[in-house]
C-alpha cells in the first residue's frame, strides 16, 4: 500500500536508493532518500556533487529501486 501523501511515502521509503524527477530543466537526481524533514528531500550518496535538498513541491514523479 502506499501513504497518502509524497511526503510520507518518501518518509517511509528512507534508505532506499530514488531517482526523483523535479519540474525543473535539471531533469533528474538519483541518491539514497536519506531524510524527510518538512517540505524537503535530502538525498545522500547522491550521483554529483554531494547532499541534494529538493523540495517537495518541485517532484513530478519517484521511481525507487526495491
Same mark, same amino acid.
Given at each position: 500500500?502506499?501513504?497518502?501523501?509524497?511526503?510520507?511515502?518518501?518518509?517511509?521509503?528512507?534508505?532506499?536508493?530514488?531517482?526523483?524527477?523535479?519540474?525543473?530543466?535539471?531533469?533528474?537526481?538519483?541518491?539514497?532518500?536519506?531524510?524527510?524533514? &518538512?517540505?524537503?528531500? !535530502?538525498?545522500? @550518496? $547522491? *550521483?554529483? =556533487? &554531494?547532499?541534494?535538498? !529538493?523540495?517537495? @513541491? $518541485? *517532484?513530478? =514523479?519517484?521511481?525507487?529501486?526495491?
Amino acid at each position: 500500500m502506499f501513504a497518502s501523501t509524497l511526503r510520507e511515502e518518501l518518509a517511509r521509503r528512507q534508505g532506499q536508493l530514488a531517482r526523483i524527477y523535479t519540474d525543473d530543466d535539471l531533469g533528474s537526481t538519483a541518491g539514497v532518500i536519506g531524510v524527510v524533514r &518538512g517540505d524537503i528531500v !535530502i538525498l545522500v @550518496d $547522491s *550521483i554529483g =556533487y &554531494g547532499p541534494d535538498n !529538493i523540495p517537495i @513541491d $518541485s *517532484i513530478q =514523479y519517484v521511481i525507487v529501486s526495491p
